[in-house]
């Protein structure tokens, strides 16, 4: 059974970077059929993508946090992760980790396994 | 961007009712659509993908439907679980991907 596990620190301070990881367990993220995505829900509000890598390297990203968004890969620990520099307090939200199904030669289509989501705050 | 526009935002319904919740798209997205259900303190659930296709393991009672513009999903014969809230999300554009608002499902 596939799992997607997020870790981080839950506080960051403003103008500092967010820096979460994914690690992906029963599964390889070493597959042509999936990219590997951040989505992110502020307290009590919807969903909101922030951007999908590849295995390769390849990444999406979201046009209104592309300046601040890096996402990058490891393959050889099955993890990928975000960072989101110059965080400020509507950067608060629980940030989910999922994978991205992708038919071949297409941009990614939906998400179909999540992790459980982390909270992270930005606070002094 | 392309626009998602759930209605309504809260539904009031009792167990064994048949519901229908409803996404707009502020343009054509063909049927690259996809729902979603999420429980308090969960992650994101996928039930439909492809406007229509049921995702393994989802209870038949969840249907999927619509084209172009206009979707909906619908629970037939309501069970205690399905309570939650429910996300449609467009993958038509990937600039970016968007989602819905959100409908509330609520216990009458």
């Known amino acids: 059974q596939l799992q997607l596990q997020e870790l981080g620190p839950g506080l960051v301070k403003p103008s500092e970077t967010l820096s979460l990881t994914c690690t992906v367990s029963?599964?390889?993220?070493?597959?042509?059929?999936?990219?590997w995505g951040w989505i992110r829900q502020p307290p009590g509000k919807g969903l909101e993508w922030i951007g999908d890598?590849?295995?390769?390297?390849?990444?999406y990203y979201n046009p209104s946090l592309r300046s601040r968004v890096t996402i990058s890969v490891d393959t050889s620990k099955n993890q990928f992760s975000l960072k989101l520099s110059s965080v400020t307090a509507a950067d608060t939200a629980v940030y989910y980790c999922?994978?991205?199904?992708?038919?071949?030669?297409?941009?990614?289509?939906?998400?179909?396994?999540w992790g459980q989501g982390t909270l992270v705050t930005v606070s002094s | 961007d392309i626009q998602m526009t759930q209605s309504p935002s809260t539904l009031s319904a009792s167990v064994g009712d048949r519901v229908t919740i409803a996404c707009r798209a502020s343009q054509s997205i063909s049927s690259w659509m996809a729902w979603y259900q999420q429980k308090p303190g969960k992650a994101p659930k996928l039930l439909i993908y492809k406007a229509s296709s049921l995702e393994s393991g989802v209870p038949s009672r969840f249907s999927g439907s619509g084209s172009g513009t206009e979707f909906t999903l619908t629970i037939y014969s309501l069970q205690p679980d399905d309570f939650a809230t429910y996300y449609c999300?467009?993958?038509?554009?990937?600039?970016?991907?968007?989602f819905g608002q959100g409908t509330k499902l609520e216990i009458k």
């Open positions: 999922a994978r991205h199904f992708v038919a071949h030669g297409y941009t990614p289509y939906y998400f179909d396994y």
């Open positions: 029963g599964g390889s993220i070493n597959s042509s059929s999936y990219y």
């Open positions: 890598i590849y295995y390769s390297g390849s990444t």
């Open positions: 999300q467009q993958y038509y554009s990937y600039s970016p991907y968007t």
